[in-house]
T-cell receptor, first 117, second 115 residues
Framework: EAGVVQSPRYKIIEKKQPVAFWCNPISGHNTLYWYRQNLGQGPELLIRYENEEAVDDSQLPKDRFSAERLKGVDSTLKIQPAELGDSAVYLC???????????????FGPGTRLTVL | AQKVTQAQTEISVVEKEDVTLDCVYETRDTTYYLFWYKQPPSGELVFLIRRNSFDEQNEISGRYSWNFQKSTSSFNFTITASQVVDSAVYFCALSGRGSWGKLQFGAGTQVVVTP
């Protein structure tokens, strides 16, 4: 079974440029998460989707970050414009969903390492 | 508020030694789940184990074992007979009923296993 797929794996951009990350979750997983991991720290949740609905976006900096999951499958996270402090690894994860609470483990993709110059 | 503390920044061992990783958590939820993830140099977080707050039974799975003690809010993880492939950053994480779906991670512990 394929795991969580993310692209690109690496991205280098100049500050003020836009950037987008793509994620395809594990087949059948209804819940999708975007995390940001700064160097030397644990991941921090940015946004969580239940199917196509964003149910927790309290940590998403909405002035420059946006996300979508239009058909409830794959998702895109965008930053516009990027700032130096956005340099981090952006991780996507998926899980079956809250209806399977005892087995609702999050499985992570390889991440996209963003460098803003 | 939830908080996970991994006080050990880095642990270095020689192959075949045992490694124990400490994790202390804080939560007001009465129902919660604790996790350990491994992040090798490739960057992908790999799920290792999950425990719910009602089950303090400690178990062994292959070379992995864990010690969950609610009285001290600790969820320690041990790798027995370490191997070079165990070299990675290990994260302890918490998910509580009050904020279900949001994993609160610790800062991670770097494990270096040398031959």
């Amino acid at each position: 079974e394929a795991g969580v797929v993310q692209s690109p794996r690496y991205k280098i951009i100049e500050k003020k440029q836009p950037v987008a990350f793509w994620c395809n979750p594990i087949s059948g997983h209804n819940t999708l998460y975007w995390y940001r991991q700064n160097l030397g720290q644990g991941p921090e949740l940015l946004i969580r989707y239940e199917n196509e609905e964003a149910v927790d976006d309290s940590q998403l900096p909405k002035d420059r970050f946006s996300a979508e999951r239009l058909k409830g499958v794959d998702s895109t996270l965008k930053i516009q414009p990027a700032e130096l402090g956005d340099s981090a690894v952006y991780l996507c994860a998926s899980s079956l969903g809250e209806t399977s609470i005892d087995t609702d483990t999050q499985y992570f993709g390889p991440g996209t390492r963003l460098t803003v110059l | 508020a939830q908080k996970v503390t991994q006080a050990q920044t880095e642990i270095s061992v020689v192959e075949k030694e045992d490694v124990t990783l400490d994790c202390v958590y804080e939560t007001r939820d009465t129902t919660y789940y604790l996790f350990w993830y491994k992040q090798p140099p490739s960057g992908e977080l790999v799920f290792l184990i999950r425990r719910n707050s009602f089950d303090e039974q400690n178990e062994i799975s292959g070379r992995y074992s864990w010690n969950f003690q609610k009285s001290t809010s600790s969820f320690n993880f041990t790798i027995t007979a370490s191997q070079v492939v165990d070299s990675a950053v290990y994260f302890c994480a918490l998910s509580g009923r009050g904020s279900w779906g949001k994993l609160q991670f610790g800062a991670g512990t770097q494990v270096v296993v040398t031959p």
